[in-house]
């Protein structure tokens, strides 16, 4: 499988592997991400400043003072040809979620409705669901989480939120989403965490990851209560999310 | 006592940047920085800093700051109207752009407006005391992060300083201005410029876009002719799979306007980016007002990159060449009397 390699000024290029959304792409894509990575850490492709990947691609950028674009592009193809990374693993992540209180999930009732289950088998499809974190971005911590129970796909509100409070859970077309700040949003919330997606009180303000494994855990509101406590005091283990590494 | 400026009267936009919040986009985070690092450059090495220590970043109208710390020295860089610094005992005095000053304690430096650009730059040596938020100080307002408690400033703030009372030595300024550059913006062709037709993307490079009232530090709506798409609107020509957004990315939503996207830009998006403006131009992006003309000018990557290379040996000798300031008219004697008062430092020449 070729890849195209798209201009952005002298200070970036686009490392696109394709124009559709599939894990297969979006796996080789994680793959150079983290083989740019490796290979900026041992010295071996200087200029090179970060990578930002996305479903389908991967955006290199550099600094033109220490590199050029003619020097850097055969470097990163030769690691598109290498492939993925020897022991390169995802993490298996957990979040807690509650999809009891009606305050945390305006919307089950009317996506149980539109999908003809009960609320119970929403949420039940919603834990079943094998997500994966491919992007985060728009805004700091917002991430993109596709693997939805086809079951479930719907459409986006056709009347947008001006306000979705902050770590809600929601669903649209095949993706899922936690909000990592109150903002407008048009997904369909079912749920909420206690848990903050972005917190800048933490060394690393952003838990999830781009290729991470995620699935929920249903809670109810007396164990969301405790470990919403626990994060507004700094006290929540964030590792203990974390299955396997 | 910790030294501050204390902010009186507050600007109409004035946040801190440095040079951006590298290496985090992958995880959603804006870079932020400085709209014109040529100016916070120039202000840093004015004012004895390292280039990317966080500078005071003016927009369009400057703050009222009361020095509280023993003594400060400031730099200004960028078209200000006249700045003026007053004391409780002396009447005000104006101060000059491009150059450093030497503030006391209970002096008021009121920064003028910014003229015939939308941004200036007062950097303060030695910084101010303000934590890092992800290896930078630059703030991005919209996550409430970096900077002075993650926003523009407000009356009444105080901004802590790193020094309580200015080190010794000249005052510096520029030996001339630094020349930006005129004509087109330079841009290079994509990532998606496939996306518009022979005829859209012809407009684009043919035509004059001028800077609309929606300009700020994510970026820059432009009006003009519409660009035609390849393929209809209502077709999808306008959406792509969402992908990197690089520093000086021209998106065309399906309206067919350019938008440019600047330092406070989101790190992915899903409209076709029909060029991106080359990095030796940025900074007179930065400077860009609303109701001003410009044409965009398509150049090649390596062309690109040796113009950024130019640029910045040319920055490199101007700060190499900042000469010592000296007041109109030979030796400023009142300054000349606080000086050997206060810091026993006598000119030289």
Not at chain 2, 113 to 121: D, F, H, L, R
Not at chain 2, 184 to 198: D, H, K, L, M, T
């Amino acid at each position: 499988m070729s890849v195209r390699y798209l201009s952005c000024g002298d200070t970036a290029f686009t490392v696109e592997f394709g124009n559709e959304i599939s894990p297969e792409i979006n796996g080789r894509v994680m793959a150079l991400h983290a083989a740019i990575a490796q290979a900026r850490d041992a010295g071996e492709i200087p200029g090179v400043v970060e990578t930002v990947p996305t479903m389908r691609s991967l955006m290199v950028t550099y600094d033109p003072l220490a590199t050029s674009r003619a020097e850097l592009q055969p470097r990163v193809d030769a690691l598109v040809a290498r492939g993925l990374p020897a022991g390169m693993k995802s993490r298996q992540v957990m979040l807690p979620c509650c999809y009891d209180d009606r305050e945390f999930a305006p919307d089950l009732e009317e996506v149980a409705e539109r999908t003809k289950k009960t609320p119970d088998e929403v949420i039940a499809a919603h834990l079943a669901s094998p997500f994966k974190v491919y992007v985060l971005g728009f805004m700091p911590g917002l991430a993109y989480v596709a693997g939805l129970e086809p079951s479930l796909f719907l459409p986006r509100r056709s009347q947008p939120r001006v306000r979705v409070p902050r770590s809600s859970v929601a669903i649209a077309m095949d993706m899922t989403t936690i909000y990592p700040f109150e903002s407008p949003g048009g997904w369909h919330l079912i749920g909420r965490t206690p848990l903050w997606m972005f917190d800048q009180r933490r060394e690393q303000p952003v838990f999830l990851a781009p290729g991470d494994q995620l699935s929920f855990q249903r809670i109810d509101r007396k164990t969301y209560d405790r470990i919403a406590r626990d994060v507004e005091a700094g006290a929540f283990d964030w590792s203990s999310l974390v299955k396997s590494q | 006592m910790t030294a501050h400026l204390k902010v009186v009267r507050a600007g109409l936009f004035d946040t801190l940047q440095d040079l951006g919040r590298i290496g985090f986009m992958a995880l959603g985070m804006p870079t932020a920085g400085a709209m014109d690092r040529i100016g916070l450059g120039l202000a840093n090495a004015l004012a004895g800093n390292p280039t990317n220590t966080a500078a005071l970043e003016i927009g369009v109208m400057g703050p009222d700051l009361l020095v509280e710390a023993d003594s400060v020295r400031v730099a200004l860089v960028g078209p200000l109207s006249p700045s003026l610094i007053e004391g409780p005992d002396a009447s005000p005095k104006p101060l000059e752009s491009d150059r450093s000053h030497l503030l006391k304690r209970g002096q008021t430096l009121r920064v003028g407006m910014v003229e015939g650009s939308s941004t200036a730059y007062l950097a303060v040596a030695g910084g101010f005391a303000l934590p890092a938020f992800m290896g930078s100080l630059s703030t991005y307002s919209r996550a409430g992060i970096g900077g002075f408690e993650g926003r523009k400033l407000g009356a009444g703030d105080a901004l802590p300083l790193r020094r309580e009372a200015a080190p010794g030595g000249d005052e510096h300024k520029l030996a001339q201005p630094f020349d930006y550059g005129t004509g087109p913006i330079r841009v290079v062709w994509g990532p998606q410029e496939e996306y518009f037709s022979a005829a859209g993307r012809q407009t684009f490079i043919g035509a004059d876009y001028k800077v609309s009232k929606e300009a700020d530090r994510m970026g820059i709506r432009f009006e003009g002719p519409v660009i035609e798409h390849a393929v209809a609107v209502d077709k999808g020509g306008a959406d792509i799979i969402s992908d990197g957004i690089g520093p000086g990315a021209i998106q065309v939503p399906g309206a067919g306007l350019p938008i440019v996207l600047l330092g406070d830009r989101q790190t992915v998006g899903g409209y076709p980016k029909i060029a991106t403006v080359a990095s030796v131009d940025l900074p007179r992006l930065g400077r860009l007002l609303p109701g001003q003309t410009v044409r965009f000018a398509a150049i090649p990557v390596d062309e690109a990159e040796k113009l950024r290379r130019d640029q910045e040996a040319r920055l490199q000798r101007t700060i190499a060449g900042l000469v010592v300031a000296r007041p109109p008219g030979g030796i400023d004697l009142v300054r000349l009397y606080e000086e050997n008062l206060i810091d026993g430092v006598v000119y030289s020449g």
